[in-house]
Protein backbone atom coordinates (compact mmCIF):
# COMPACT_ATOMS: atom_id res chain seq x y z
CA UNK A 1 0.00 0.00 0.00
CA UNK A 2 1.10 3.67 -0.87
CA UNK A 3 0.32 6.70 1.56
CA UNK A 4 -0.67 10.22 0.05
CA UNK A 5 0.87 12.29 3.11
CA UNK A 6 -0.36 16.37 2.81
CA UNK A 7 2.56 17.40 4.92
CA UNK A 8 5.44 15.94 8.11
CA UNK A 9 6.45 18.62 10.14
CA UNK A 10 7.73 18.97 13.90
CA UNK A 11 6.08 21.45 16.16
CA UNK A 12 4.67 21.38 19.73
CA UNK A 13 1.04 19.67 20.10
CA UNK A 14 -1.59 22.25 20.24
CA UNK A 15 -4.83 20.53 21.72
CA UNK A 16 -6.01 18.16 24.33
CA UNK A 17 -3.69 15.78 26.92
CA UNK A 18 -0.72 16.13 25.33
CA UNK A 19 -1.08 20.25 24.28
CA UNK A 20 2.55 21.56 24.50
CA UNK A 21 4.61 18.48 23.95
CA UNK A 22 6.91 18.05 21.23
CA UNK A 23 5.45 15.90 18.12
CA UNK A 24 5.98 15.13 14.58
CA UNK A 25 3.01 15.62 12.95
CA UNK A 26 2.14 13.04 10.38
CA UNK A 27 -0.94 15.05 8.41
CA UNK A 28 -2.79 12.45 5.42
CA UNK A 29 -4.65 13.43 2.78
CA UNK A 30 -7.88 13.02 2.64
CA UNK A 31 -11.25 12.71 4.61
CA UNK A 32 -14.11 10.77 4.59
CA UNK A 33 -16.38 13.56 5.92
CA UNK A 34 -15.95 16.09 3.31
CA UNK A 35 -13.73 16.72 0.67
CA UNK A 36 -11.58 19.67 1.82
CA UNK A 37 -12.56 21.94 -1.33
CA UNK A 38 -13.65 25.75 -0.46
CA UNK A 39 -16.47 25.69 -2.85
CA UNK A 40 -17.92 22.36 -1.60
CA UNK A 41 -17.87 24.56 2.03
CA UNK A 42 -20.77 23.13 4.35
CA UNK A 43 -21.96 20.78 1.81
CA UNK A 44 -19.98 17.16 3.47
CA UNK A 45 -21.73 14.40 5.52
CA UNK A 46 -20.27 15.51 8.79
CA UNK A 47 -21.52 19.13 9.16
CA UNK A 48 -17.73 19.97 10.39
CA UNK A 49 -17.07 21.05 6.52
CA UNK A 50 -18.87 24.42 7.76
CA UNK A 51 -15.79 25.17 9.88
CA UNK A 52 -13.09 22.83 9.21
CA UNK A 53 -9.54 25.37 9.04
CA UNK A 54 -7.80 22.38 7.97
CA UNK A 55 -5.45 21.98 4.90
CA UNK A 56 -5.70 18.52 3.77
CA UNK A 57 -6.10 18.21 0.32
CA UNK A 58 -3.11 17.61 -2.06
CA UNK A 59 0.64 16.31 -1.48
CA UNK A 60 1.98 19.81 -1.89
CA UNK A 61 2.92 20.57 2.01
CA UNK A 62 6.01 20.05 3.99
CA UNK A 63 7.69 16.57 2.89
CA UNK A 64 4.54 15.90 1.32
CA UNK A 65 4.05 13.17 -1.47
CA UNK A 66 3.25 9.50 -2.07
CA UNK A 67 5.31 7.03 -0.06
CA UNK A 68 5.51 4.13 -1.79
CA UNK A 69 6.40 1.98 1.40
CA UNK A 70 5.33 2.13 5.21
CA UNK A 71 9.52 1.49 5.62
CA UNK A 72 9.93 4.70 3.24
CA UNK A 73 7.46 7.20 5.11
CA UNK A 74 8.64 6.48 8.55
CA UNK A 75 12.00 6.49 7.75
CA UNK A 76 11.10 10.47 6.34
CA UNK A 77 8.88 10.91 9.86
CA UNK A 78 12.07 9.87 11.90
CA UNK A 79 14.28 12.17 10.35
CA UNK A 80 11.56 15.09 10.89
CA UNK A 81 12.17 14.64 14.75
CA UNK A 82 14.23 17.04 16.37
CA UNK A 83 14.07 16.04 20.42
CA UNK A 84 17.12 14.86 22.36
CA UNK A 85 18.10 11.00 22.30
CA UNK A 86 16.86 10.48 25.64
CA UNK A 87 13.05 11.59 24.81
CA UNK A 88 10.99 8.95 23.25
CA UNK A 89 10.15 10.13 19.60
CA UNK A 90 6.00 10.81 19.73
CA UNK A 91 4.38 11.39 16.33
CA UNK A 92 0.81 12.31 15.66
CA UNK A 93 -0.96 10.75 12.86
CA UNK A 94 -3.54 12.90 11.62
CA UNK A 95 -5.39 14.71 8.47
CA UNK A 96 -8.05 14.85 7.18
CA UNK A 97 -8.75 11.52 8.71
CA UNK A 98 -5.90 9.46 8.98
CA UNK A 99 -7.41 6.19 9.36
CA UNK A 100 -8.39 5.84 5.40
CA UNK A 101 -4.71 5.00 5.25
CA UNK A 102 -3.15 4.79 8.76
CA UNK A 103 -2.47 0.51 8.76
CA UNK A 104 -0.53 -2.04 10.79
CA UNK A 105 2.42 -2.20 8.39
CA UNK A 106 2.92 1.79 8.65
CA UNK A 107 2.46 1.30 12.52
CA UNK A 108 5.53 -1.37 13.29
CA UNK A 109 7.35 1.00 10.81
CA UNK A 110 7.50 3.60 13.13
CA UNK A 111 7.30 1.62 16.00
CA UNK A 112 10.62 0.54 14.82
CA UNK A 113 12.14 3.80 14.77
CA UNK A 114 10.93 4.03 18.07
CA UNK A 115 7.93 6.63 18.04
CA UNK A 116 5.13 6.80 20.75
CA UNK A 117 2.20 6.81 18.00
CA UNK A 118 -0.92 8.86 18.27
CA UNK A 119 -4.18 9.46 16.17
CA UNK A 120 -6.06 12.13 15.79
CA UNK A 121 -9.73 10.26 14.14
CA UNK A 122 -13.21 11.33 13.79
CA UNK A 123 -14.26 8.06 14.83
CA UNK A 124 -16.07 6.53 12.05
CA UNK A 125 -13.49 3.65 11.47
CA UNK A 126 -11.94 1.07 13.24
CA UNK A 127 -8.44 1.88 14.77
CA UNK A 128 -5.88 -0.35 13.60
CA UNK A 129 -3.84 -2.46 16.75
CA UNK A 130 -0.67 -0.77 17.48
CA UNK A 131 -1.99 2.66 18.10
CA UNK A 132 -0.27 3.98 21.27
CA UNK A 133 -2.62 7.04 22.61
CA UNK A 134 -6.51 7.04 20.69
CA UNK A 135 -8.49 10.90 20.42
CA UNK A 136 -11.56 10.98 18.98
CA UNK A 137 -13.04 14.01 17.97
CA UNK A 138 -16.40 13.48 16.57
CA UNK A 139 -18.56 15.34 14.30
CA UNK A 140 -22.49 15.04 13.92
CA UNK A 141 -23.77 12.96 11.42
CA UNK A 142 -21.63 9.53 10.49
CA UNK A 143 -21.94 7.00 13.06
CA UNK A 144 -19.24 7.15 15.46
CA UNK A 145 -17.89 3.57 15.99
CA UNK A 146 -14.70 4.15 18.00
CA UNK A 147 -16.50 5.11 21.71
CA UNK A 148 -13.63 4.04 23.54
CA UNK A 149 -10.07 5.22 23.84
CA UNK A 150 -7.48 7.68 25.55
CA UNK A 151 -9.24 11.08 24.65
CA UNK A 152 -12.06 12.47 23.48
CA UNK A 153 -12.26 15.86 22.16
CA UNK A 154 -15.60 17.08 21.15
CA UNK A 155 -15.70 20.98 19.19
CA UNK A 156 -17.93 22.68 20.58
CA UNK A 157 -20.93 23.94 19.37
CA UNK A 158 -21.94 21.61 16.93
CA UNK A 159 -25.58 20.49 16.55
CA UNK A 160 -26.88 16.84 17.95
CA UNK A 161 -23.66 16.56 19.64
CA UNK A 162 -24.56 16.75 23.50
CA UNK A 163 -21.75 16.57 26.01
CA UNK A 164 -24.05 14.76 28.56
CA UNK A 165 -24.86 12.14 25.78
CA UNK A 166 -21.29 11.12 25.64
CA UNK A 167 -20.15 10.84 28.82
CA UNK A 168 -21.01 7.16 28.75
CA UNK A 169 -18.64 6.26 26.24
CA UNK A 170 -15.30 4.87 27.38
CA UNK A 171 -12.48 7.53 27.55
CA UNK A 172 -9.65 8.10 29.77
CA UNK A 173 -10.25 11.84 29.24
CA UNK A 174 -12.98 13.69 28.29
CA UNK A 175 -12.13 17.71 26.76
CA UNK A 176 -14.63 20.30 25.37
CA UNK A 177 -12.87 22.77 22.62
CA UNK A 178 -14.51 25.80 21.75
CA UNK A 179 -15.34 26.04 18.01
CA UNK A 180 -12.79 29.07 16.59
CA UNK A 181 -15.52 30.41 14.30
CA UNK A 182 -17.25 34.26 14.23
CA UNK A 183 -19.11 33.36 18.00
CA UNK A 184 -15.44 32.46 19.19
CA UNK A 185 -16.13 34.48 22.47
CA UNK A 186 -19.58 32.68 23.32
CA UNK A 187 -18.46 29.29 22.23
CA UNK A 188 -15.30 30.02 24.50
CA UNK A 189 -17.69 31.09 27.60
CA UNK A 190 -20.04 28.50 27.14
CA UNK A 191 -17.17 25.57 27.36
CA UNK A 192 -15.70 27.46 30.72
CA UNK A 193 -19.05 27.34 32.11
CA UNK A 194 -20.03 23.78 31.14
CA UNK A 195 -16.58 22.29 32.48
CA UNK A 196 -17.47 23.98 35.95
CA UNK A 197 -20.52 22.63 35.90
CA UNK A 198 -19.38 19.12 34.52
CA UNK A 199 -15.82 18.63 36.29
CA UNK A 200 -15.59 15.23 34.11
CA UNK A 201 -14.99 17.79 31.10
CA UNK A 202 -11.78 19.93 30.90
CA UNK A 203 -10.66 22.56 28.53
CA UNK A 204 -8.86 22.17 25.33
CA UNK A 205 -8.00 25.27 23.32
CA UNK A 206 -5.61 25.37 20.00
CA UNK A 207 -2.51 26.93 22.03
CA UNK A 208 -0.51 26.51 18.93
CA UNK A 209 -2.78 29.43 17.47
CA UNK A 210 -1.95 31.51 20.02
CA UNK A 211 1.64 30.77 20.26
CA UNK A 212 1.93 30.77 16.14
CA UNK A 213 3.10 28.09 15.32
CA UNK A 214 2.25 25.28 12.79
Known amino acids: MSYAVKEIYYTLQGEGFHAGKAAVFLRFTGCNLWNGLEKDRGTGSGGCSAWCDTDFVGTDGTAGGVYKTPEQLAATVASTWRGNSDQQPFVVCTGGEPLLQLDEPLLEALH ?8 ETNGTRQVPQGVDWVCVSPKPGPPVVVREGDEL ?42 CLRHPKWRMSIQSHKVLGVA
Open 153 to 194: KLVVPQPSMDPAALEGWRFKHFFLQPLDDADRDANMKWAVEY
Open 112 to 119: SNGFYVAV
